[in-house]
């Protein structure tokens, strides 16, 4: 009988969808950086170009779900002395870019191309500060 529960119960755990599991969903920083750097590295190139319609959009909105996502993640802080005040200066620099980029998808639905090269250019100066803080 026992035999039979533990089968059944095998049977059932490899039936359930692998995606349906919560930890395996969440990225690493790394990953979600690695894919925004090639959206807005594409963006950038289009925007440039002063190309700001459909496809700009939607990366522009991409851009915003994966800052978003980024801001749920952390970096390694075990370098920095205050893990708190390291944290909080993570996640600030982090929200200033989700405001730089809604700008910049605002910008881009208005097909501003000038208002949406500032706001990339801006982006640009918080990533410079965000890597310099945080990536060594
Ligand atoms: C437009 C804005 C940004 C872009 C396009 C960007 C892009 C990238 C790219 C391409 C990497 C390298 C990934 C790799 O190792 O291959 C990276 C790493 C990283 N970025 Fe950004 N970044 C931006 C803003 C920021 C900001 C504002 C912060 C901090 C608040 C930040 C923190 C980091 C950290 C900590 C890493 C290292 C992650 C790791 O290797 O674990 N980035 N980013």
Redesign the pocket.
Known sequence: MKHLMLACLLAFVSFVPKTSIGAEDVR???VV??E??NI??ALGKSVAQGKVGATELASARQLVKLVEE?ATLL??LSSFPDRAVATQR?LD??K??LVVMKDAEAAISRADASAALDALEA??E??T???D???L
């Open positions: 690493e920083l790394k950086m690695e925004m750097g807005f590295k980024s970096p390694d993570y620099l982090n200033q870019l982006a640009k918080l990533r500060i965000g890597h803080e945080f990536k």
